[in-house]
């Protein structure tokens, strides 16, 4: 329990964060440190996952160590070859988002329903899922059967089929990759692809999954430029006009904004503060970093500063904070504050 009147800017900006871990243990000091000081989530991969009982008790170590709870608690689950499972199985558990559409709304039901419930019984309640991208590039390396389809109505009802389910479950579903990364042809973890489409095609083809889906409780933001929004070379996830002045004014979003992966190649070309900041003044109001090494924490000191010297408005980190708490406070039923 904590006092949500009493809560420090410090722990407003900790709160930002959903952090990685090396290994299959809490070894390491950071985590520690960072959940006692207010840690918003944490985020797992598959080198943190060995077996069933390691993982319920690493879980169950790190929701010791949090000092406000609860914890976003989170994985990139989605089914094929983005599932963290699979060292308990020695592969794929589940079939890709692709392949589930193939065979029909209700594998994609139940499908959905079976890995929400492994999730719960970790003691997870949150996954990177659906991909709401629509897979219109036969030679994008990232997405292809990831997506639903090259339809984006397809993409759409299976895409809600799977958040009404995650949801039914106790899973907090993310959407991604907005506004959209299936016309891309380079991989965003090494470098920042570009789709250059009209805002008339992205509206009717890549963005139309997401306006289906305005009511999902959260959104993931791609590092992928699109220049029908900015003339500037940057990626959606530190855009104004993207998240700000589209996501947020124009398509009403009312949900939670989460970037992807701040270690991505795709926003190798900021500094980790530069992009926290710039991704801030845009709107976004979480950030994963899938490690929680040395520089990753000196951000929160270093975000901090930023605010005291107001070079970040603090109404910034307000509106972020009490958008992180409502989502906890309405979605995660399983533990109280």
């Known amino acids: 329990m904590y006092d949500k009147s009493m809560i420090s800017m410090r722990e407003k900006i900790a709160q930002m964060f959903i952090m990685g871990l090396e290994g299959e243990n809490l070894s390491g000091k950071n985590l520690v440190a960072m959940l006692e000081q207010g840690l918003g989530g944490v985020i797992f991969f598959k080198e943190n996952i060995k077996t069933e009982t390691q993982f319920k008790n690493l879980i169950r170590e790190i929701n010791s160590h949090a000092s406000i709870k609860p914890l976003f608690l989170s994985i990139d689950q989605e089914g094929g070859r983005v599932e963290r499972t699979q060292n308990l199985y020695g592969g794929s558990k589940y079939k890709s988002a692709g392949d589930s559409a193939f065979l029909g709304a209700e594998f994609i039901k139940e499908q959905t329903a079976a890995i929400a419930e492994?999730?719960?019984?970790?003691?997870?309640?949150?996954?990177?899922?659906?991909?709401?991208?629509?897979?219109t590039n036969p030679e994008n390396p990232i997405i292809?059967?990831?997506?639903?389809?090259?339809?984006?109505?397809?993409v759409a009802s299976c895409a809600r089929i799977s958040a009404n389910t995650y949801l039914e479950h106790g899973i907090i579903p993310v959407g991604k990759h907005f506004p959209g990364h299936g016309d891309t042809s380079v991989d965003s973890h090494i470098s920042m692809p570009v789709v250059d489409l009209s805002l008339e095609e992205l509206e009717n083809v890549h963005i139309y999954p997401f306006k289906k889906l305005i009511d999902i409780p959260a959104i993931m933001v791609a590092h992928v430029y699109y220049p029908c929004f900015d003339t500037e070379k940057i990626p959606a996830s530190v855009s104004v006009n993207i998240v700000k002045k589209y996501l947020r004014n124009t398509l009403h979003y009312q949900g939670l904004i989460i970037s992807d992966d701040m270690k991505m190649g795709g926003i190798q070309n900021?500094?980790?503060?530069?992009?926290?900041?710039?991704?801030?003044?845009?709107?976004?109001?979480?950030?994963?970093?899938?490690?929680?090494?040395d520089d990753t924490v000196s951000l929160i000191d270093l975000l901090e500063k930023e605010v005291n010297s107001g070079n970040i408005d603090a109404a910034y980190i307000d509106y972020s904070y009490k958008k992180i708490i409502e989502t906890k406070e309405r979605y995660i039923k399983s533990q109280n504050f």
């Open 144 to 154: 292809a059967e990831r997506s639903f389809s090259d339809n984006p109505e397809i």
């Open 270 to 293: 900021y500094s980790a503060l530069e992009a926290c900041k710039a991704a801030i003044k845009a709107g976004v109001n979480m950030f994963i970093f899938r490690s929680s090494d």
């Open 118 to 135: 492994e999730l719960r019984k970790f003691g997870l309640n949150m996954n990177f899922a659906p991909v709401l991208d629509v897979n």
